[in-house]
Structure formats: structure tokens, C-alpha cells
């Protein structure tokens, strides 16, 4: 009767534990404070300082959901807009942005601050989707490679059919992997979807490698950390980023990026109000926060990617390494979301079989 | 009449608690996910279905699923088994470490993993840089990653732990007189394996070999880092339609197609469980365990510790030594490398020099894992120990054998299904778990909980009746028999069953990294954000983080070993 009675005790502490609302609930904390949800992918990150000055300023308390990636989180939110849990969703970028728009999860928002935001950052003109930051994709190459065999290091997209860069360059497969798609998109603005699929059947005949992912891409292929690929498709902040996140002072970065016209495909970060938030002064509170310069100077050291806020000012080091694109390859978020599936399916049938 | 009908009334109070968690935390979130995919169907509920069923890729992806997985787990059995010979049969000093070091690879994230065979077999890693230094090569020799070979090693690697625990640890209590008196009635050698001992072991074999199969036919991260962009399971094309192409009937359908697959193996396997389970008479370490005492058992015992040390044990050592060791390209001579000693990544993994908010110190994130490995373990353990008496004694009904094969289910689920399962289906109070960290324990328990189930059954299975019955006539109570008769019998199952929990936990990174919260990152989550990272530091630190997990696992797995040596195990 003894463990009877026991695993009747266990079922009900479960049960108990399980329903038990204390755990994540927003009202746990102190009497009137009120507690903004901000949904998220896993690369936010900001600095305490600047999200305590946020708290302080308007007595309240932030939480963050910021699980799975942005795809990942993107479709949680899109799942859960009958009966939204966040009231602010932060990390669509313009490849996901139609998704975000035609499951219309977003309220309009016209923040003051748009005003100073330049228009090329703009992807949504009904103001749903508010542009946040923004970072290229870009062909990156490891300049001691290129200066100890004496060769020139590739100028464009168009270089990299020579045969005198066969073998060397390693891309991130675009079924998985968000830079992978990115300079797939660079490719289809830059050449047209007449042509694209001409140029990697280019890239194949000169070896072109493919991976999953961009870690292994970088540090496991890219020659800079031991591979034997000399170009990678990775950032146009990396090379900063070897200097600014090098164990030993550097004086200059080891790598340097392609800014070619067409050969770089940008990709901007929105936020958006969640529909049916009930916390929506704080919420318009917390995006113009992310649009003002504190936070915007706070975004390159913490997610690697560059403030839409002219007036921000970034980092002087960091400055001084950072090469950026004049004219990068554009492709409507629109187009995208038509074609994401037949692009990517064909990219597979050309390159991979 | 009476003792029948009391026989159910205790069934179906065994079974009341992992029904209703399961019922409540897995099928609930399943079939709130699925029906919603299945409903944004544009052209009706069969659409997705024919055009899955008649799409070359389901069928591809399906086959390569199979394939894979019946090669790796074939693979493994030929490397677990003669594991478990030896740790079954032989007494040696360093045996409890072996075992606590083969059991670690099984608690890696697949990051990590990728990061260990990358420092091993990379193109930078220890054995390519050898062979160029060696030969004066300029090109790495070894091409490892993006193989079939190396989907088949790692699984390896990650599953050997399995069958050596499952099958080392009941082997280590059948009777050696079973085989001794066939051998003295005539039999040889083969034959003695081939009619006695096989088939007294193949429940424990069938068992881990089927929990290998399922993990091998899910494999997610080892298809996509190390496999690349040629190889997709089931798994991974259910990741690419329901994230980048948002396809989620597409996802629903190759989820079903994936959990009848599971199911039905596990139906398959409960069948066959239940034709060659023999009640046997345990037998003590004592008896069982000889020392290595003659040449011949030396010879064999060190080519299989060599074998094992080779696979599982070597690929950690590389990454440990890397995560030490500064390697660059010397600034002007691409092809030499100079090594030199450092402690400069776990010097920094202690400083926020970003000042993240979500920063956590190693110590925080090992705490966090910790506690969540924790009240994972007692949670499979007060939801398994249950379901695995109610199948043990009730063996021959239809509802036992549907719920046996029911708890295997969520082994066999993609993780990114039941991640937004949850996101739908919990969403109202009190149960509104969507942003509570109870979640990560939940999850986790849905994994480690059908590893307890599978790991007791067998041991509960053969006690021989008549001992319980001895013991209920004799006046015991059902539950002063569990008591007295089943928990000795069991405690060294227990303990294994307890150890897979937690190191479960302790590794899970796919479904965390869906659901845990930013400001309470366990380590795997912790690590992955270092990967992700460019600069020499972030990779450095991941690779140091990833050595402290390591060694915060093995010594659990020690002490674990440990423990069991003193009270109990005794049969």
C-alpha cells in the first residue's frame, strides 16, 4: 500500500509543480512593476548597463525570450499570435521579413525616430517592421595565403571563376545556413535569375566546397584558422572582429573583405510590436530605445552587426577595419519569400548532385 | 477473481503518473502541432500527404534515414559488444575510469563533438598536422568531415557507451556456469556462445541496439556539421521545411512518417522481447569477474581497451590539448605552426569583458546544468521506475505492449516539432509554460525517461517469480516486496538508469536551445554561443568550456561507478 500510496503523492506533485504559475510569470517580481516581453533569436545580446538604464528609466522589468535562431524564433511568434506571449518581437530580417508580414503578427508603429533612419534601410512602408541593424554578407579572404603564394587577391564575384582560384573558396549551403542563403541572394541580384545558376555551375567546375554551417565554414575550412580554403563566405564585420576578439593585441586584421558592387548581400534586423500586446505604451517605449543612439551604439560589440542610426557612433577601432560595400546585391524581401524554396531547390540540383 | 482484478487496480495505478505526464507533455503538445500544420494546409488535409508520398526527396531522404542508421548501429554493436565483454568478465585496475571515460562522448553536444574530430582529423587537426610535418606535405592528407565515414564514426562515438552499459552490465550477473556446463557437455566454443550465451543476452542486446538505432535514424547535428550538405535524415529535412521553408505541412507529414517508423520498430521490438526473455538467477560480481591473469586475456583485454581508446576517448584528448595549446600559423610562413602552452582561454571564460547581459560565468552555467540534470533524473526515475514494474509484471496484455512501445515515442520525435508543440499547445494558465524554465527539465525527461524504462525492465524482468511470490505468502505487501525483493535485485540498473538521465540532461542541446532561458544558459547552450562567435578567444574559450564538461562529466560518471561498488549490486 506503501508505493501506492507514493506514486499517487508523485502524480500529484507533478501535477501541482507542473501548473504551478510562479515560474516565468511576469508578476512575480516587485508590487507595481509591470514586465516587458521581448522575443528574440539566440544572438541578442546587449550590455547590462544599457538595459538597466531602459529599466530604471520607466520602472520596469525586461525579459527576454531569446531561444532558437531567427527562423526558429520568427515561427514561434507567428504560432503563437492567436495568443501572443512577448509583446515586442526583435530579429526578422529581410529574408524572413514576408513571412513576418503575411502572417501579420506586427501592429503599425510610426516612431518618431524613423524619421533619421535612412530609407535605404526601410523594407516596409506600412511601419509593421521597424529596421534595427544591419550587416553584409561578403566573400572573405586570408591575405597571408594570397601574399605567400604571390597571387592577387580576387576583386569580384567574376574572379572566382579563374583558374587560378580553383580550390579555394568554401561556402555555407543555403538550405541551412542564413550567410549561405544571403550570398545566394547576392548572386541571383547580381547576375539575374537568367544567370545565377551559369555562375555556380562556374563555381562547381573551379571546386567550389559547401558546408552546413557557418562555424565550420570559418573555422575548420577558412585557412586563416587551419583549413585549406583560402576564401570564405562570412561577414563584412569579421575582419574586425579578429581584431577586436583576438587573445593577443593586434594591430591589424589577417583577413580582409571583397566589397565589389553586387558581391555582398545586406541583410537588415526589425523589430515590430506583437498584435494583441497589452503593454503597448511600453512597448512603443522599448523600440524607440532600440532605435535612439544608446542603444544603437551598444549593437556592434554585442551582436556584430552595424546600427541603421547615422547618429550612432561606432567603436574608433573597429572603424578602422570595417569595409562596407557601397553598392551590395538587392533582392526584394517579396521575391524572396516566392521563391526561397525554387531557388534554394535548384541551387541544390546545380551545385550538390 | 479477487487477486486478478487486484493485479489491474495496481496496474493502472503504476501506470497513472508516466501516462498522464505523458499524455499531458507529449502527446498534447504533438497533436496540437501537427493538426495546426496539417490545417494550414491550402488544398485539403491529403494534399501534403500525396505530394510527400510522391515527392523523389521524401523517399530519398527516407531510404538514406534507414541506411545510415542500420550501418551505425551495426557498427557499434561490433565495437560495444566486445566492450562488453571485457567490462563483464574481467577485474583490472583503471576499469571504473575506462568506463567513466567511454560513457562521456555519449553527454557531448554535437558542436563539440564536430570541434573534437575537427582537432583530431581536421584539416589543422593533430594527425594531419603530424603526417604534413612527417612527410613534408603542404595539403592536409586526412579529408574527415562531409563523409559518410564520418557520420558512421561519430555515431559511433556517441552510442558505444549504450551498448556497453546496457549489455556490460547484465552480462556482468548471468551465471559463467551456464556456459561452463555446455562446454563440459560437448559443446565447443561457438556453439556455446551461439545456443547458451546469446540467447540469454539477446534481450540486453536487442534493447541497446534499438535505442542506438533510434538514435542514429534521428541524428540531426552529426548529419548537418559533420555529414554537410549532401546527407539529410528525416530529421534534418524536417528542420529545413518547418524553419527556412515554413512548409508545415510538408513537416507535419515527414514528422508522422518519422514517429510511425519509430513506433513501429518499437512494436517490433516489444514483440521480440517478449519471445526470449528468460527469468534468470543473477549472479554477483564475484562470480562472475575474473582477474587478468593468463597472456591470452591480457592480449585481448588490451587490443579492446586500445580499440575503444582509439575511438571514443581519443577525439576528446585532441580538443582538451587544443583548448591549451595556442596553434596559429606563425605571421609569414603559412605552413608552420608553433604550439605553445597557454591558459589564456579559461582566463578568459571567467571575465565578461563584453558586459552581456546574458553572460554566465562558467560556474553559473554548470550550476544551471546541474540543477536541470537533477530534477531531470528524479523526474524519469518517479515517472520510469513505475512504468517499468507495470510492464514487468504484466508482460501478456494488449494495453502493456501499446504503452511499452508508446513510451519509446519521443526518442523518435524531431526535436523542432515538439519545441513548437509546446510553444501551441501550453499556452493557457495554469499551464501557460511557453517562457517558464520548466520547460528544459520537461523536455528532458520526455528523452531520459523511455532510456530509465528500457534500462529496468530487463533487470525486473528476470527475477524469477517465485521469489516475489515466496515473499507475498510468506505476508510481505506489494509494497514491502518491491521493497525487500525488487530494489536490491534492480539497484545496480537503477543506478545506470539514474546516470543516463542525467547525463542526458546534462548534454541536451537541440530541444534546449528551443526552449531554455537566455539569462539561465546551461553549458552546451553556452558553449554554442562561444562557437558562434568570430576571434581566436571565442573559439578558444568554446573548446575550454567544452574540456570543463567534459571533466565535470566524467566524474560524475566516476562516481557514479563508484557508488554502486559499495552497499548495493550485491546479488
Redesign the interface.
Same mark, same amino acid.
Given at each position: 500500500?506503501?508505493?501506492?500510496l507514493v506514486?499517487?503523492l508523485?502524480?500529484i506533485t507533478?501535477?501541482v509543480?507542473?501548473?504551478?504559475?510562479a515560474?516565468?510569470?511576469p508578476t512575480s517580481t516587485s508590487t507595481a512593476q509591470r514586465t516587458l516581453?521581448v522575443m528574440t533569436h539566440?544572438?541578442?545580446?546587449?550590455?547590462?548597463?544599457v538595459?538597466s538604464a531602459f529599466e530604471t528609466a520607466n520602472n520596469i522589468k525586461l525579459?527576454?525570450?531569446?531561444?532558437?535562431?531567427a527562423? !526558429?524564433a520568427l515561427?514561434?511568434a507567428?504560432?503563437?499570435k492567436d495568443?501572443p506571449?512577448?509583446d515586442v518581437f526583435y530579429g526578422v530580417d529581410n529574408t524572413f521579413l514576408s513571412?513576418a508580414l503575411t502572417e501579420s503578427i506586427f501592429q503599425p508603429y510610426n516612431s518618431p525616430i524613423l524619421t533619421d533612419i535612412p530609407a535605404q534601410y526601410k523594407q516596409d512602408p506600412q511601419n509593421n517592421a521597424l529596421p534595427v541593424d544591419w550587416g553584409d554578407v561578403c566573400l572573405n579572404y586570408d591575405m597571408?595565403?594570397f601574399s605567400?603564394h604571390n597571387i592577387a587577391p580576387p576583386q569580384n564575384l567574376e574572379d572566382l571563376l579563374k583558374p587560378e582560384y580553383k580550390n579555394m573558396l568554401v561556402v555555407e549551403?543555403p538550405?541551412?545556413s542564413s550567410p549561405g542563403?544571403a550570398f545566394l541572394l547576392a548572386t541571383i541580384g547580381h547576375f539575374g535569375t537568367g544567370k545565377y545558376l551559369d555562375y555556380w555551375r562556374g563555381l562547381v567546375a573551379n571546386n567550389v566546397q559547401?558546408?552546413?554551417? =557557418?562555424? !565550420?565554414a570559418?573555422?575548420?575550412?577558412f585557412?586563416r =584558422?587551419?583549413?585549406?580554403r583560402p576564401i570564405v563566405v562570412?561577414?563584412n564585420s569579421?575582419p574586425a %572582429?579578429?581584431v577586436?576578439?583576438?587573445?593577443t593585441p593586434v594591430s591589424a586584421p589577417?583577413t580582409a573583405v571583397i566589397t565589389s558592387d553586387g558581391s555582398c548581400f545586406r541583410q537588415i534586423e526589425f523589430v515590430g510590436i506583437l498584435h494583441g500586446t497589452k503593454n503597448l505604451d511600453l512597448a512603443e517605449k522599448w523600440v524607440d530605445f532600440m532605435l535612439s543612439t544608446t542603444f544603437q551604439e551598444d549593437i556592434p560589440?554585442?551582436m556584430?552587426v552595424f546600427p541603421v542610426n547615422p547618429a550612432a557612433k561606432l567603436d574608433a577601432t573597429f572603424q578602422k577595419f570595417l569595409a562596407i560595400p557601397q553598392n551590395p546585391a538587392y533582392v526584394s524581401p517579396d521575391d524572396i519569400a516566392a521563391n526561397?524554396?525554387s531557388w534554394?531547390n535548384a541551387w541544390t540540383d546545380t551545385v550538390?548532385r | 477473481m479477487i487477486f486478478k482484478r487486484y493485479r489491474s487496480a495496481?496496474l493502472i495505478?503504476?501506470w497513472?503518473?508516466p501516462v498522464?505526464?505523458l499524455a499531458?507533455?507529449y502527446f498534447y503538445p504533438m497533436v496540437s502541432?501537427l493538426t495546426?500544420s496539417l490545417a494550414r494546409s491550402q488544398g485539403g488535409l491529403l494534399t501534403p500527404f500525396i505530394s510527400a508520398l510522391t515527392s523523389p526527396i521524401t523517399w530519398r531522404v527516407l531510404s538514406f534515414t534507414f541506411w545510415q542508421a542500420i550501418l551505425s548501429t551495426l557498427l557499434t554493436l561490433a565495437v560495444g559488444l566486445p566492450g562488453a565483454y571485457l567490462i563483464s568478465h574481467y577485474d583490472f585496475r583503471g576499469k571504473g575510469l575506462l568506463q567513466a571515460l567511454t560513457g562521456i562522448p555519449f553527454l557531448m553536444p554535437t558542436?563539440v563533438v564536430?570541434?573534437a574530430f575537427?582537432a583530431l582529423l581536421?584539416?589543422?587537426g593533430w594527425l594531419n598536422l603530424g603526417l604534413k610535418r612527417g612527410f613534408g606535405l603542404t595539403?592536409?592528407p586526412i579529408h574527415f568531415?562531409?563523409t559518410l565515414i564520418a557520420i558512421l564514426i561519430a555515431h559511433v562515438f556517441y552510442n558505444t557507451t549504450i551498448i556497453i552499459r546496457m549489455v556490460g552490465d547484465f552480462w556482468s550477473h548471468v551465471d559463467p556456469r551456464l556456459g561452463q556446463a555446455a562446454r563440459m557437455l560437448g559443446a565447443n566454443r561457438w556453439q556455446a556462445i551461439r545456443r547458451v550465451t546469446l540467447p540469454i543476452l539477446t534481450p540486453a542486446i536487442a534493447a541497446a541496439a534499438l535505442l542506438v538505432f533510434i538514435f542514429d535514424f534521428t541524428s540531426f547535428g552529426v548529419i548537418?556539421?559533420l555529414?554537410?550538405?549532401?546527407f539529410a535524415t528525416l530529421e534534418v529535412e524536417i528542420y529545413?521545411q !518547418?524553419?527556412? @521553408?515554413?512548409?508545415l505541412p510538408m513537416a507535419a507529414v515527414l514528422a508522422i512518417i518519422q514517429l510511425l517508423c519509430t513506433l513501429g520498430l518499437t512494436i517490433f521490438y516489444t514483440r521480440l522481447i517478449r519471445r526470449l526473455s528468460i527469468p534468470l538467477a543473477l549472479k554477483s560480481h564475484q562470480v562472475t569477474q575474473r582477474r587478468l591473469t593468463s597472456p591470452r586475456a591480457r592480449l585481448v583485454a588490451g587490443t579492446i581497451i586500445i580499440l575503444l581508446f582509439a575511438l571514443l576517448i581519443l577525439p576528446l584528448a585532441a580538443l582538451a590539448i587544443r583548448s591549451v595549446i595556442?596553434?596559429e600559423?606563425n605571421?609569414?610562413?603559412?605552413t608552420v605552426m608553433s604550439p605553445g602552452f597557454t591558459l589564456? %582561454?579559461y582566463r578568459?571564460l571567467f571575465t565578461n569583458s563584453?558586459?552581456?547581459?546574458?553572460?554566465a560565468s562558467p560556474s553559473t552555467a554548470i550550476a544551471v546544468s546541474l540543477g536541470y540534470a537533477l530534477a531531470t533524473t528524479t523526474?524519469a526515475l518517479? @515517472?520510469g521506475i513505475?512504468a517499468a514494474l507495470a510492464l514487468a509484471r504484466d508482460d501478456s496484455s494488449p494495453v502493456s505492449h501499446s504503452l511499452d512501445a508508446m513510451l519509446m515515442l519521443p526518442l523518435g520525435t524531431s526535436a523542432?516539432t515538439l519545441?513548437?508543440g509546446f510553444?501551441?499547445a501550453l499556452?493557457?494558465?495554469?499551464?501557460?509554460?511557453?517562457?517558464? =524554465?520548466?520547460l528544459v527539465p520537461?523536455a528532458h525527461t520526455l528523452v531520459a525517461f523511455p532510456f530509465v524504462v528500457r534500462n529496468l525492465t530487463p533487470a525486473l524482468r528476470s527475477i524469477r517469480p517465485r521469489i516475489r511470490q515466496a515473499a507475498a505468502v510468506l505476508g510481505a505487501?506489494?509494497?514491502?516486496v518491491?521493497?525487500h525483493i525488487d530494489l536490491p535485485l534492480i539497484a545496480r540498473s537503477l543506478l545506470v538508469a539514474a546516470a543516463f538521465a542525467f547525463t542526458i540532461s546534462l548534454g541536451e542541446f537541440g530541444a534546449t536551445?528551443?526552449?531554455?532561458?537566455?539569462?539561465y544558459p546551461t553549458v552546451p547552450?553556452a558553449i554554442?554561443?562561444l562557437?558562434?562567435?568570430?576571434?581566436?578567444?571565442?573559439?578558444?574559450q568554446a573548446l575550454a568550456l567544452s574540456t570543463i564538461l567534459m571533466v565535470v562529466a566524467g566524474a560524475g560518471m566516476l562516481i557514479i561507478d563508484r557508488m554502486r561498488i559499495g552497499d548495493v549490486g550485491e546479488f
Amino acid at each position: 500500500m506503501k508505493t501506492k500510496l507514493v506514486y499517487l503523492l508523485v502524480a500529484i506533485t507533478m501535477f501541482v509543480s507542473a501548473c504551478s504559475p510562479a515560474a516565468g510569470s511576469p508578476t512575480s517580481t516587485s508590487t507595481a512593476q509591470r514586465t516587458l516581453i521581448v522575443m528574440t533569436h539566440d544572438s541578442f545580446a546587449a550590455s547590462k548597463s544599457v538595459i538597466s538604464a531602459f529599466e530604471t528609466a520607466n520602472n520596469i522589468k525586461l525579459q527576454f525570450i531569446a531561444s532558437g535562431d531567427a527562423g !526558429t524564433a520568427l515561427n514561434k511568434a507567428i504560432l503563437a499570435k492567436d495568443n501572443p506571449f512577448a509583446d515586442v518581437f526583435y530579429g526578422v530580417d529581410n529574408t524572413f521579413l514576408s513571412r513576418a508580414l503575411t502572417e501579420s503578427i506586427f501592429q503599425p508603429y510610426n516612431s518618431p525616430i524613423l524619421t533619421d533612419i535612412p530609407a535605404q534601410y526601410k523594407q516596409d512602408p506600412q511601419n509593421n517592421a521597424l529596421p534595427v541593424d544591419w550587416g553584409d554578407v561578403c566573400l572573405n579572404y586570408d591575405m597571408q595565403y594570397f601574399s605567400n603564394h604571390n597571387i592577387a587577391p580576387p576583386q569580384n564575384l567574376e574572379d572566382l571563376l579563374k583558374p587560378e582560384y580553383k580550390n579555394m573558396l568554401v561556402v555555407e549551403n543555403p538550405a541551412t545556413s542564413s550567410p549561405g542563403l544571403a550570398f545566394l541572394l547576392a548572386t541571383i541580384g547580381h547576375f539575374g535569375t537568367g544567370k545565377y545558376l551559369d555562375y555556380w555551375r562556374g563555381l562547381v567546375a573551379n571546386n567550389v566546397q559547401v558546408v552546413n554551417d =557557418w562555424e !565550420t565554414a570559418y573555422y575548420t575550412n577558412f585557412s586563416r =584558422w587551419g583549413g585549406d580554403r583560402p576564401i570564405v563566405v562570412s561577414y563584412n564585420s569579421s575582419p574586425a %572582429f579578429e581584431v577586436v576578439g583576438s587573445k593577443t593585441p593586434v594591430s591589424a586584421p589577417e583577413t580582409a573583405v571583397i566589397t565589389s558592387d553586387g558581391s555582398c548581400f545586406r541583410q537588415i534586423e526589425f523589430v515590430g510590436i506583437l498584435h494583441g500586446t497589452k503593454n503597448l505604451d511600453l512597448a512603443e517605449k522599448w523600440v524607440d530605445f532600440m532605435l535612439s543612439t544608446t542603444f544603437q551604439e551598444d549593437i556592434p560589440l554585442q551582436m556584430y552587426v552595424f546600427p541603421v542610426n547615422p547618429a550612432a557612433k561606432l567603436d574608433a577601432t573597429f572603424q578602422k577595419f570595417l569595409a562596407i560595400p557601397q553598392n551590395p546585391a538587392y533582392v526584394s524581401p517579396d521575391d524572396i519569400a516566392a521563391n526561397r524554396e525554387s531557388w534554394i531547390n535548384a541551387w541544390t540540383d546545380t551545385v550538390l548532385r | 477473481m479477487i487477486f486478478k482484478r487486484y493485479r489491474s487496480a495496481s496496474l493502472i495505478l503504476l501506470w497513472l503518473a508516466p501516462v498522464c505526464f505523458l499524455a499531458l507533455f507529449y502527446f498534447y503538445p504533438m497533436v496540437s502541432i501537427l493538426t495546426l500544420s496539417l490545417a494550414r494546409s491550402q488544398g485539403g488535409l491529403l494534399t501534403p500527404f500525396i505530394s510527400a508520398l510522391t515527392s523523389p526527396i521524401t523517399w530519398r531522404v527516407l531510404s538514406f534515414t534507414f541506411w545510415q542508421a542500420i550501418l551505425s548501429t551495426l557498427l557499434t554493436l561490433a565495437v560495444g559488444l566486445p566492450g562488453a565483454y571485457l567490462i563483464s568478465h574481467y577485474d583490472f585496475r583503471g576499469k571504473g575510469l575506462l568506463q567513466a571515460l567511454t560513457g562521456i562522448p555519449f553527454l557531448m553536444p554535437t558542436l563539440v563533438v564536430a570541434a573534437a574530430f575537427n582537432a583530431l582529423l581536421g584539416p589543422n587537426g593533430w594527425l594531419n598536422l603530424g603526417l604534413k610535418r612527417g612527410f613534408g606535405l603542404t595539403s592536409p592528407p586526412i579529408h574527415f568531415s562531409n563523409t559518410l565515414i564520418a557520420i558512421l564514426i561519430a555515431h559511433v562515438f556517441y552510442n558505444t557507451t549504450i551498448i556497453i552499459r546496457m549489455v556490460g552490465d547484465f552480462w556482468s550477473h548471468v551465471d559463467p556456469r551456464l556456459g561452463q556446463a555446455a562446454r563440459m557437455l560437448g559443446a565447443n566454443r561457438w556453439q556455446a556462445i551461439r545456443r547458451v550465451t546469446l540467447p540469454i543476452l539477446t534481450p540486453a542486446i536487442a534493447a541497446a541496439a534499438l535505442l542506438v538505432f533510434i538514435f542514429d535514424f534521428t541524428s540531426f547535428g552529426v548529419i548537418l556539421i559533420l555529414g554537410g550538405p549532401r546527407f539529410a535524415t528525416l530529421e534534418v529535412e524536417i528542420y529545413y521545411q !518547418t524553419i527556412s @521553408l515554413f512548409n508545415l505541412p510538408m513537416a507535419a507529414v515527414l514528422a508522422i512518417i518519422q514517429l510511425l517508423c519509430t513506433l513501429g520498430l518499437t512494436i517490433f521490438y516489444t514483440r521480440l522481447i517478449r519471445r526470449l526473455s528468460i527469468p534468470l538467477a543473477l549472479k554477483s560480481h564475484q562470480v562472475t569477474q575474473r582477474r587478468l591473469t593468463s597472456p591470452r586475456a591480457r592480449l585481448v583485454a588490451g587490443t579492446i581497451i586500445i580499440l575503444l581508446f582509439a575511438l571514443l576517448i581519443l577525439p576528446l584528448a585532441a580538443l582538451a590539448i587544443r583548448s591549451v595549446i595556442r596553434l596559429e600559423p606563425n605571421r609569414g610562413e603559412q605552413t608552420v605552426m608553433s604550439p605553445g602552452f597557454t591558459l589564456d %582561454f579559461y582566463r578568459a571564460l571567467f571575465t565578461n569583458s563584453s558586459q552581456s547581459i546574458f553572460y554566465a560565468s562558467p560556474s553559473t552555467a554548470i550550476a544551471v546544468s546541474l540543477g536541470y540534470a537533477l530534477a531531470t533524473t528524479t523526474l524519469a526515475l518517479l @515517472l520510469g521506475i513505475p512504468a517499468a514494474l507495470a510492464l514487468a509484471r504484466d508482460d501478456s496484455s494488449p494495453v502493456s505492449h501499446s504503452l511499452d512501445a508508446m513510451l519509446m515515442l519521443p526518442l523518435g520525435t524531431s526535436a523542432v516539432t515538439l519545441g513548437l508543440g509546446f510553444i501551441v499547445a501550453l499556452d493557457k494558465p495554469p499551464l501557460d509554460l511557453r517562457s517558464s =524554465w520548466l520547460l528544459v527539465p520537461l523536455a528532458h525527461t520526455l528523452v531520459a525517461f523511455p532510456f530509465v524504462v528500457r534500462n529496468l525492465t530487463p533487470a525486473l524482468r528476470s527475477i524469477r517469480p517465485r521469489i516475489r511470490q515466496a515473499a507475498a505468502v510468506l505476508g510481505a505487501s506489494p509494497g514491502s516486496v518491491f521493497q525487500h525483493i525488487d530494489l536490491p535485485l534492480i539497484a545496480r540498473s537503477l543506478l545506470v538508469a539514474a546516470a543516463f538521465a542525467f547525463t542526458i540532461s546534462l548534454g541536451e542541446f537541440g530541444a534546449t536551445s528551443l526552449i531554455a532561458r537566455p539569462e539561465y544558459p546551461t553549458v552546451p547552450i553556452a558553449i554554442y554561443r562561444l562557437f558562434s562567435r568570430p576571434g581566436d578567444i571565442n573559439y578558444g574559450q568554446a573548446l575550454a568550456l567544452s574540456t570543463i564538461l567534459m571533466v565535470v562529466a566524467g566524474a560524475g560518471m566516476l562516481i557514479i561507478d563508484r557508488m554502486r561498488i559499495g552497499d548495493v549490486g550485491e546479488f
